[in-house]
């Protein structure tokens, strides 16, 4: 009874399923794969040992609640490319406990009669021992483990959701057991003359919508970068396009050069920003805001972080004054007359947002309560989001305040110390779907069929006095919203001194990028990636409705 309870939950996805399907010959095999893994469900279920039935009850509990969260949060089927980039952002499973505390608990509420109906000692005949209660359960998930293999990671939609977390977890152990190792490499281009005289930084931030920044529209907040600054150039290159919509694949790519041809490799065998560097004779640093006590992130290792002379870290500030802390330490480093590449980590506006500013600085309002909200990144709250249009527009509006601070506040803190003569290039890892125009689904970011917002982002270049390097003003304004994250490695190489090599065009050359961002980053199981255009003009605006202006 329990175990129907637990199917008749997901009946909603059952009957989807066979919607799409239709009369089809697709339909009888869909119908024989559910049966069998809902045989595997009762046969476990009637497993004779307790000790072996509750362990199994847990581990299928824990996979259907993962999959049943994430696809109330996100509004989409859970596939494997989710699943992948789910274990990539792990580290922000804080955030995502207080930002979805509420979608997790009903989730783990619809998977309770799961664990229940497996775990509780079965009362009537028949009951198995290992051949029939694990074994045979074992060989169907292996058979559909191999189904999805062969059908490149689709296929688990409509089936009871405790298996396809299972399924996916065997799916990524067989591909890396299996993976050929890459021979890393070193560099081989041989540097001249820096075109840049002073330093060089990589300014990455976290989740910023371009079109929220006052900059790139009448309506956005204040960006501290609208505003003529004495000691450094701004240049707008407008709203560009992201490598993909997830923090990860963006940030890995941006230090590796990965190309749109090419990622994969040069990801994975480099060589990386800070061999480069290091090979021109710069200091190498990393400022972290994200993450504390040395803990890597976004695809970085101890092989790649040997290359890193100073690693910063900044866990004894609180997350609300992390960003300016960068700033300072920033700024700092700009004038102490070592020729450093800097790559940063901004705090920027990862959710959940409604803490991530002073109460005092709050400009855009209504906002949601601050709850337990405060020093989020990695601490839990239980309070949930409501995803009704009233809670969204209370969202934009707390995304708004914690945009004017932690980069309005950024950039005037920054300017305040001075930049010497360094030439910053200003990016966020990826956009945000604000849900300006609604859609189910609770996800701002790297979901499984992102909207075009989730990977447009803005590109600004700061020059300060001195910094020498190419005629920024003039490639602004030819290339302005026709850039996108794959020059950045090629333009960091040539202001380093580095002649062309096969990285593609740089910032200030005559661009006509593809404006388009990866949906399948991941592209795992011989699967190609996926590229959705940005139309920068077509891109949600902040609505004026949202918000009394304090
Ligand atoms: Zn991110």
Known sequence: MLLLVYLALGGDAIVERVQSLGVSAALPAYVALFGALVLALWLVSRIHSDRIRWPIALLLFVSAGFMAANERITGQHFTYESFLNMLDAAGFFGDALAQHGGQIGLAALSALPLWLGVGLRPRTRPQFGWKAGIAIPL???????????????????????????????????????????????????????????????????????????????????????????????????????????????????????????????????????????????YRTVYLDAQRTGGAFQNGMDASEAKD????????????????????????????????????????????????????????????????????????????????????????????????????????????????????????????????????????????????????????????????????????????ANRASHYQFFPTLLGLMGYPAGDYGATLTMPLDDEMRFNTRFNARLGRLPQWLAIYPDELPRPPATDSETR
Request: one cysteine or more; aromatic letters at 8%; charged letters at 20%.
């Open 139 to 281: 060989a169907i998930l292996i058979g559909f483990t191999a189904m999805l293999f062969m059908r490149g990671g689709d296929g688990a939609r409509g089936v009871p959701g405790a298996w396809p977390p299972i399924a996916y977890a065997l799916l990524l152990g067989s591909e890396r057991a299996t993976r050929p190792s890459v021979e890393p490499r070193g560099v081989e281009l041989t540097p001249g003359r820096p075109s840049a005289s002073g330093d060089i930084v990589l300014l990455i931030d976290e989740s910023i919508a371009p079109t929220y920044l006052d900059v790139n529209d009448p309506a956005g907040v204040r960006s501290g970068l609208a505003q003529p600054r004495s000691g450094v150039a701004i240049h707008n290159f407008g709203i560009g396009a992201a490598v993909t919509h997830c923090s990860l694949g963006s940030n890995l790519t941006l230090r590796h050069g990965g190309t749109r041809e090419d990622y994969h490799l040069r990801n994975t065998a480099g060589p990386t920003i800070w061999q480069y560097a290091k090979a021109a004779g």
């Open 308 to 479: 890193i002379d100073r690693f910063v870290q900044f866990g004894d500030v609180d997350v609300i004054d992390r960003d300016h802390a960068v700033a300072a330490r920033l700024s700092e480093l700009l004038r102490d007359n070592v020729r450093d590449v800097i790559v940063v980590n901004k705090i920027g506006a990862h959710f959940p947002v409604q803490a991530k500013y002073p109460e005092s600085a709050t400009r855009y309002a209504p906002v949601p309560s601050r709850g337990g909200f405060a020093g989020i990144v990695d601490t839990a709250s239980r309070e949930g989001f409501d995803d009704s249009g009233k809670g969204w527009r209370r969202y934009r509006n707390a995304y708004r305040n914690t945009v004017e601070w932690n980069v309005g506040g950024f950039f005037d803190r920054l300017f305040a110390g001075g930049v010497g003569n360094a030439t910053i290039l200003y990016t966020a890892d990826h956009g945000q779907d604000l849900n300006e125009v609604g859609r189910p689904g609770a996800s701002t970011h790297c979901s499984g069929s992102p909207t075009p917002a989730e990977g447009a982002v803005p590109i600004v270049v700061l020059a300060g006095e001195g910094a020498g390097g190419p005629d920024w003003g003039g490639a602004a304004s030819a290339n």
